[in-house]
C-alpha cells in the first residue's frame, strides 16, 4: 500500500474536493501526495512539501525546475482529482507538466488496499 499524504488533510472530507496528486516512490516505499487547487498550484510545490518534510535537500534550478540530492527518490508522474465523498468517487485525469503522466493501473491497486482512506470508492479516470 502506498501512503497517502493530503495537503491539508482532506481524508475525512464530506463535500467535495478538486486538486493535484503526484505519484513517487523513495527508499522503498510508495507516496500518493494529494492538495487542493487552493493550496497548491503546480505539482513540483507537493514534491518540495514532500522533501521539506522529510529532510531531503533540494534547490531550484531557474525558479521553477525542482531538483533534489536524493537518488532514491523517483517521481512517477502526476495529474489532477476530484474527491466526492458523497458519491465515492475519486476522478482522475490530466498529465503532470513537470513529471508526466500518473500510473492508473497502480493508483487503483494502491487506493484498494487496506488501509486507505478511500478504499471502496469508484475511481473514474477522463
Known amino acids: 500500500m502506498a501512503t497517502l499524504?493530503?495537503?491539508?488533510?482532506?481524508?475525512?472530507?464530506?463535500?467535495?474536493v478538486e486538486g493535484k496528486f503526484v505519484q513517487l516512490a523513495w527508499r522503498d516505499a510508495e507516496y500518493l501526495?494529494?492538495?487542493?487547487a487552493t493550496q497548491y498550484r503546480?505539482?513540483?510545490?507537493?514534491?518540495?512539501?514532500?522533501?521539506?518534510?522529510?529532510?531531503?535537500?533540494?534547490?531550484?534550478?531557474?525558479?521553477?525546475?525542482l531538483?533534489?540530492?536524493?537518488?532514491?527518490?523517483?517521481?512517477?508522474?502526476g495529474g489532477r482529482f476530484r474527491l466526492d465523498p458523497a458519491a465515492r468517487m475519486l476522478s482522475v485525469?490530466?498529465?503532470?507538466?513537470?513529471?508526466?503522466?500518473?500510473?492508473e493501473v497502480k493508483m487503483r491497486a494502491q487506493l484498494a488496499a487496506e488501509g486507505s482512506p478511500w478504499k471502496g470508492f469508484a475511481i473514474r479516470s477522463d
Open 5 to 16: 499524504l493530503c495537503w491539508p488533510d482532506f481524508t475525512a472530507a464530506t463535500e467535495p
Open 33 to 36: 501526495l494529494f492538495a487542493t
Open 42 to 65: 503546480y505539482h513540483n510545490q507537493m514534491v518540495a512539501q514532500f522533501l521539506g518534510q522529510h529532510g531531503i535537500r533540494k534547490h531550484w534550478v531557474g525558479g521553477d525546475r
Open 67 to 77: 531538483v533534489w540530492d536524493d537518488p532514491e527518490l523517483e517521481v512517477q508522474g
Open 93 to 103: 485525469w490530466d498529465r503532470s507538466t513537470a513529471y508526466g503522466p500518473f500510473d
